[in-house]
C-alpha cells in the first residue's frame, strides 16, 4: 500500500487560510469516509485533528475543517496562527481494516 | 485523563525479536480498538497494526505481516506487539494508539509518547 500523497510543505501568514491536500486512489480515500488528519509538532506524539473526513473530535478548534472529493481529501487551517506550525498528516483506510497515511505537509507560519 | 505509555524498546541485532508493551489508563480499555504505528527518523507516520476490543479481528500492514503479531490482555488493560526477524528497516519509534471505536476505524485519538526500536548489528 502506498502513502497518500500531499505537498511537502505550505506556508501562510497569521490570519490567512491554508489547505493541505491528500491525494488517494479509488481503493483508499476515494472508497472511505474514513479520513483523519492529525498534527505533529516537533517531539511530541501526533494529535488528532479531524475525523471520518470532516468531523472534530472535542477539543479541537473549529478553524480546522475537512473535505473530501473524490479521491483527494483536504485540511483547511483558517486564521493561521503561531502555534499550528507542525507537521499534518492524513490518513486512510484502505480496506479491510488497513490504514495508510500521508507523506506528511510541514506548515510554516511567516 | 487517559494515558498509553508504551515500553520495551531498545537495540537488537537483525533477525532477532523484541516486545513491545503499552499500558493504558483513563478510559475503558476494553471497549476501544487498539493499534500500533510507527515513525522511522526524520520519517512519516506508518500504521503497523490493529486489533479490535475484543481480539476478534488482527490486520497488519503488509510491511510487518507474518513477522509481528499484535495481542491485548483486556484484564491488564495492555496492548502488545511481538517483533520477530526484526530488520534494519523496522528501526523507529512506535506508537500505542486507541482507536475511537470498539471496532476498527482507523481514527487514533489517543497516543502514547512512543518506544524507539533500533535495530542494528
Known amino acids: 500500500q502506498s502513502a497518500l500523497t500531499q505537498p511537502a510543505s505550505v506556508s501562510g501568514s497569521p490570519g490567512q487560510s491554508i489547505t493541505i491536500s491528500c491525494t488517494g486512489t479509488?481503493?483508499?480515500?476515494?472508497?472511505?469516509?474514513?479520513v483523519s488528519w492529525y498534527q505533529q509538532h516537533p517531539g511530541k506524539a501526533p494529535k488528532l485533528m479531524i475525523y471520518?473526513?470532516?468531523k472534530w473530535p472535542s477539543g479541537v478548534s473549529n478553524r480546522f475543517s475537512g473535505s473530501k472529493s473524490g479521491n483527494t481529501a483536504s485540511l483547511t487551517i483558517s486564521g493561521l496562527q503561531a502555534e499550528d506550525e507542525a507537521d499534518y498528516y492524513c490518513?486512510?483506510?484502505?480496506?479491510?481494516?488497513?490504514?495508510?497515511f500521508g507523506t506528511g505537509t510541514k506548515v510554516t507560519v511567516l | 485523563e487517559v494515558q498509553l505509555v508504551e515500553s520495551g524498546g531498545g537495540l537488537v541485532q537483525p533477525g532477532r525479536s523484541l516486545r513491545l508493551s503499552c499500558a493504558a489508563s483513563?478510559?475503558?480499555?476494553?471497549?476501544?480498538?487498539m493499534h500500533w504505528v510507527r515513525q522511522a527518523p526524520e520519517k512519516g507516520l506508518e500504521w503497523v497494526s490493529g486489533?479490535?476490543?475484543?481480539?476478534?479481528?488482527?490486520v497488519y500492514a503488509d510491511s510487518v505481516k507474518g513477522r509481528f503479531t499484535i495481542s491485548r490482555d483486556n484484564a491488564k488493560h495492555s496492548l502488545y506487539l511481538q517483533m520477530n526477524s526484526l530488520r534494519a528497516e523496522d528501526t523507529a519509534l512506535y506508537y500505542c494508539?486507541?482507536?475511537?471505536?470498539?471496532?476498527?476505524?482507523?481514527?487514533?485519538?489517543?497516543w502514547g509518547q512512543g518506544t524507539l526500536v533500533t535495530v542494528s548489528s
Open positions: 494508539a486507541k482507536d475511537i471505536n470498539w471496532d476498527l476505524v482507523g481514527s487514533f485519538d489517543y
Open positions: 483513563g478510559f475503558t480499555f476494553d471497549d476501544y480498538a
Open positions: 486489533i479490535t476490543w475484543n481480539s476478534d479481528r488482527i
Open positions: 479509488s481503493s483508499d480515500v476515494g472508497s472511505y469516509n474514513l
Open positions: 471520518e473526513v470532516s
Open positions: 490518513c486512510s483506510s484502505a480496506g479491510i481494516s488497513t490504514y495508510v
